[in-house]
Every structure is written in structure tokens, then in C-alpha cells.
């Protein structure tokens, strides 16, 4: 694996300067494919014990073999707590884009009388430790509001974490955008309301989407705040959680395989998304 | 008052219509607030007060107002020894990770062309974007006896017998949790190391500086900002962590999270509040002492 050095890089930009610099560079390489051996190797060996014949996963790989696949395929526990984990991850997805996007404009053009603590409200829930969040909403719904845990409930928790996620990526790219634009809709005699429509939303939809495929992600995948909120019901990291703690077969890896593969289509499906958004942008500025 | 007042608007009529404007403008954020104002900060709230309560023989809060639970934190000795173990323990995966993770954001933003930091970044940040339990599970078929490294290590005829220095012990739980920060540290210095201009090293040089030199007082000062934030997001998550443990750690790498678990399992809900609390209150303090240096959106706002 080599990078190849940047073509229209000034040449006295990368000219060694101190006498050791050309084997700086050559560890400084050597550390990078070390890192992203360390960061590849772990998930490579998951992939590959899931195609392995014995009953643990691991070493030896003594033959190759589809049917971890199809055990987790037939599964009917593992069908339903796939089938739960997209309820909630599709619902919270929706909300989180809604919710974020709408506290997104006041927090970024309002004036409030405390930014700096709206702010640490916002973020606090992206930093705070998920089990904490897990817990404490946990008491409230259960003791507080005295509700029956269900599915809707972990959508609840869900959301405290993602609407945050939202209205961070929304507001960042409404504090660049042009609001000579706004001015000049109204001018010509838009509502408000047209020119958010109009004006606003076409150019700021990256982010808004963005937004609704990280809050998918992040659901999707949520383990801790699950754990706490969920009723009787399986999602599919609660799943995991209870065939990892309770005999691992190479199921879990099959699974796991498959988890990251529609992580990767998501990711994938998301920057294409994004690019396309900015190359229609870029034609109509032309 | 005044300062509702809205620019443009006449003197006599100001405060009305300021008034009028600003509930206007904020009432897209009513669900919003909902969620983190009623869900988010109620729940604090309230584990707040259960936390003063006491849990009777019959696993039910009582609404007996004492300080017990906390007292019993900072005296029991099991405890304070397993919160100072996790203090410990999230401070070794912070240096470790940012220590790996520093050259190789240097070396990424310094000789790595554009196109292709942009690619190694995307590697970095999709394990990150997958089920953090199957990043923690992966470590299982590596460290644990049956692992790949004892498979390896006696395969080369290192060791005779598999050995459990890397199963079920603290050491298990730093490498696995290197391994799920690693990503953190390196957006957050990635994110202040393209913005470094490193004409200015060069300059320093020229000017008879040492690299080392150069490095310590040109460059460090500047991303500072990046190796806060590195820290932060690296340190905070570790000290609510319990999931590492139970699937890497075993009874020998237990940390104060797995403690919080356990009362809420017991039912001793008034005492895992109390805990809960201390570490909220902890990493909260945490982030307003270090919230102007803090950038979030680096890491967050990448996705």
C-alpha cells in the first residue's frame, strides 16, 4: 500500500529540510499502515470466522461454509428484532431530521438569551456517557411518567441523542449561508414562508439529509440507550448483546458481516447523495 | 428588555413588536425543547432527586431525603478505588490514542495528497459508523485464550500453552478501548491539523529552529484547540463505559460503569442514581471548563 505523493505539491514544500527528514516520513509512513492494520485487521478476522466451519469463532479456519448465514437467516428472533431495529431507526430518523432541522434556524438567527447554555443543552447528550442517558430516561418514563416500555420508548431515548446530531450539522451549514439570498427573495415579494421553501431548503438539504442518515445510523446501532428504554422486545443490538453474553456461535459473525455491509450501502448511498446535491448546486450558481 | 429590541424599528412601538418577533422566531424550537428541555434535562432532574432517596426492603424509592448514597461513594473503599481505576484507565487510552493517532494525522495532512486523505479518512470514519458491540466483539476471537494471538504465539512456538495475559483483564479492556476511541482522536486532529499552515515550520527552521523545536513552539500551540477536543471525546465516554468490560474485561476489568449497572440491577435504584450523578456532575464540569476549546462539530458535524 503506497500513497502517492500529491501531484501539484510545490516541490521546496516537501523538500527534506532537516537531515532527517526523509526517514521521519518513512516511519511516519510505516506508523500509518501500522494504524489502519490495527483498525482493519479486527473487522477482516470477524468477516472471515464467519465463513469458518467450527462451532466458536476463530483459528483455525478448518473449511469454508455458508451456514452461520443461514442460521442467522432463518432465525425467527433475529427476522423480528431486524424488523424492530428499522421501526425505531426509521421513525427516530424521521423525527430527529424534523425536530433538528425546525430548532436548527432559531439557535442559528434568534436571538437567545442564553447561546452559550442552549448550546451545552445541545451537546451535553452527544457527550454525556450513553448509560447515563440510558439510565435517567429510563427513571423517567418508568417512574416519573409511570409508561410502559416498548418500542416507542426506546424511540423516545433515540431521540435525545439525535436531534442534538441534527441540529448541529443543520446549524453549521445555516451559519454559511448567504442570507443576502433571504433579503433579496423578499424583496422580490416571497413570504417568509415562500422563501424558505424556495431559497432555504434547496440549498441547505445536504445537511437536512445528512442529518436523517446519521440519525438512521446512530439508531440503528444504538446499544446502550436500547438496553435501558426497550420493553420485551428484541433490536437487533440487544440481540447481539444477549448471543454474545450467551454462547457465541459464528452466527453473530454472519450477522455482524451483514450489519456492515449495509452500513457501507447507507454510507455509500450517502455520499453519492451528497456529491449529487453538490454538483446540482454548483450548475445552477453557473 | 432592551436588548429584544429589534434593529430598525421605532423607538415607541420596539418592545411589542421585539417581543412579538422573538416568540415568533423561537417557536420551531418548541419540539426540540421538548425533547432536551422536558425528556433530556427532566430525566437529569429527576435521577437528581432519586438520587436523595432511599430504595426500602422492597426494592421501592422512598421519598426519605438523605445524603447516604453519596457518603457511601466517597467511603466505601471499593468504590473510590474503581472510580479512581476508571479515572486511571480513561486517562491511559487518551494518551494512547492520541499518541497513535498524532503522527498519523500528521502524516496524512503533511505528505498524503488531498484525494487520498479524503479516502484514508472515510476508512477511518466507517468502522466508527458501525455497531460499536461488534467492534468490542471483534476483540473477543482475537485476545481470548482460544484467540488469534495465543493461536499465533504458540504457532511460532513462543509459548507452550495459551496464556491469559490478554483475556478478562484491564489490559484487554485498554486495547479494546484504543481501539473504538482511535477514530475520535484522530477527526478531532485532523479536523486542526488541515487548518495548520506548514509554511510556518518551515519558516521556523529557516529562522534556526530545530524540527523539535519548531514542532513544540510553532505547531503545538496551534492545534491545541484539536488536542482538547481529542481529549475530551476520548476520556469522557471511558468513564461511563461498562460494555468493554463485560464482553473483554471480565471480573479484573471492572470500571465504576459496571458498578452504576449493578445497582440498577439489584434494584438499588436511589444508590446507582447517586453514582450516576457523580459522573454526570464529573464529566459536565469537565466540558464547561473546557467548552471554549471544545469544538464539536469537527468530530461530529464529518459524518
Known amino acids: 500500500m503506497s500513497w502517492p505523493v500529491a501531484r501539484g505539491i510545490d516541490p521546496i514544500e516537501t523538500m527534506p529540510v532537516s537531515p532527517h527528514a526523509r526517514a521521519t516520513r518513512r516511519v511516519l509512513w510505516l506508523w500509518a499502515v ?144 448567504d442570507r443576502k439570498l433571504e433579503w433579496a427573495a423578499a424583496d422580490l415579494g416571497a413570504e417568509p414562508r415562500q422563501a424558505a421553501r424556495h431559497i432555504i431548503l434547496p440549498l441547505i438539504w445536504p445537511s437536512i439529509l445528512a442529518g436523517a442518515l446519521i440519525s438512521f445510523t446512530l439508531s440503528i446501532d444504538e446499544f446502550v440507550i436500547t438496553f435501558f428504554t426497550v420493553g420485551p422486545q428484541l433490536t437487533l443490538p440487544t440481540y447481539i448483546y444477549t448471543q454474545i453474553k450467551f454462547g457465541v456461535t459464528p452466527a453473530v459473525n454472519a450477522i455482524a458481516t451483514l450489519l456492515l455491509l449495509g452500513t457501507l450501502l447507507m454510507f455509500g448511498l450517502g455520499i453519492v447523495l451528497l456529491s449529487v446535491g453538490r454538483r446540482v448546486r454548483r450548475r445552477d450558481a453557473t | ?147 488469534v494471538i495465543n493461536q499465533l504465539l504458540m504457532g511460532l512456538g513462543i509459548i507452550d500453552a495459551p496464556t491469559r495475559l490478554f483475556t478478562y483483564n484491564d489490559l484487554s479492556v485498554f486495547i479494546v478501548l484504543v481501539y473504538v476511541s482511535f477514530p475520535f482522536a484522530a477527526l478531532a486532529l485532523y479536523a486542526t491539523l488541515e487548518r495548520f499552515d506548514f509554511g510556518q515550520l518551515r519558516a521556523a527552521q529557516d529562522l534556526g529552529a530545530r524540527p523539535d523545536q519548531a514542532l513544540r513552539h510553532i505547531l503545538l500551540p496551534q492545534i491545541r484547540p484539536g488536542i482538547i477536543t481529542a481529549c475530551i471525546f476520548v476520556f469522557v465516554p471511558i468513564i461511563g463505559e461498562f460494555l468493554t468490560p463485560v464482553v473483554v474485561g471480565g471480573t479484573q476489568g471492572v470500571l465504576i460503569g459496571n458498578l452504576v449497572i449493578n445497582f440498577f440491577r439489584g434494584a438499588q435504584i436511589a444508590q446507582g442514581a447517586a453514582f450516576a450523578i457523580v459522573i454526570a456532575a464529573f464529566v459536565t464540569l469537565l466540558l464547561i471548563v473546557f467548552r471554549r476549546h471544545l469544538q464539536v462539530e469537527d468530530v461530529v458535524a464529518r459524518g
Open chain 2, 1 to 147: 428588555m432592551t436588548s429584544e429590541v429589534g434593529r430598525g424599528t421605532t423607538p415607541a412601538d420596539a418592545p411589542e413588536i421585539g417581543q412579538r418577533r422573538s416568540v415568533a422566531r423561537l417557536w420551531p424550537a418548541i419540539p426540540a425543547a421538548l425533547v432536551l428541555g422536558v425528556l433530556f434535562l427532566g430525566s437529569m432532574a429527576f435521577m437528581v432527586v432519586f438520587s436523595f432517596w432511599r430504595t426500602d426492603a422492597g426494592f421501592h424509592l422512598v421519598p426519605d431525603w438523605n445524603v447516604d448514597n453519596y457518603v457511601k461513594f466517597f467511603t466505601v473503599p471499593t468504590y473510590l478505588r474503581t472510580f479512581g481505576k476508571t479515572l486511571v484507565m480513561a486517562a491511559a487510552v487518551t494518551v494512547a490514542a492520541l499518541a497513535t493517532a498524532l503522527p498519523f494525522t500528521y502524516f496524512l495532512v503533511r505528505y498524503v495528497s488531498r484525494r487520498w486523505q479524503r479516502i484514508v479518512l472515510l476508512a477511518v470514519i466507517v468502522p466508527f459508523w458501525t455497531s460499536y458491540l461488534l467492534r468490542v466483539y471483534a476483540w473477543q476471537a482475537i485476545l481470548g485464550e482460544r484467540g
Open chain 1, 34 to 177: 501500522i494504524v489502519m492494520a490495527f483498525l482493519y485487521v479486527p473487522i477482516v478476522l470477524l468477516i472471515i470466522f464467519s465463513f469458518n466451519e467450527p462451532a466458536s469463532p476463530g483459528l483455525p479456519i478448518t473449511g469454508l461454509t455458508l451456514d452461520w448465514y443461514e442460521d442467522a437467516l432463518t432465525n425467527r428472533l433475529l427476522l423480528d428484532a431486524v424488523k424492530n431495529s428499522i421501526f425505531v431507526a426509521v421513525a427516530v430518523s424521521i423525527l430527529a431530521t424534523i425536530i433538528g432541522t425546525m430548532a436548527a434556524f432559531p439557535l442559528v438567527r434568534g436571538r437567545i438569551r442564553y447561546p452559550g447554555a442552549a448550546r451545552i443543552v445541545a451537546t451535553l447528550p452527544i457527550m454525556l456517557p450513553g448509560m447515563l442517558l440510558g439510565i435517567g430516561i429510563l427513571l423517567f418514563l418508568r417512574r416519573v411518567l409511570d409508561l410502559e416500555l416498548s418500542l416507542l420508548t426506546v424511540v423516545a431515548g433515540h431521540l435525545v441523542f439525535t436531534v442534538p446530531f441534527v441540529i448541529l450539522i443543520v446549524a453549521a451549514q445555516l451559519q454559511g449561508f
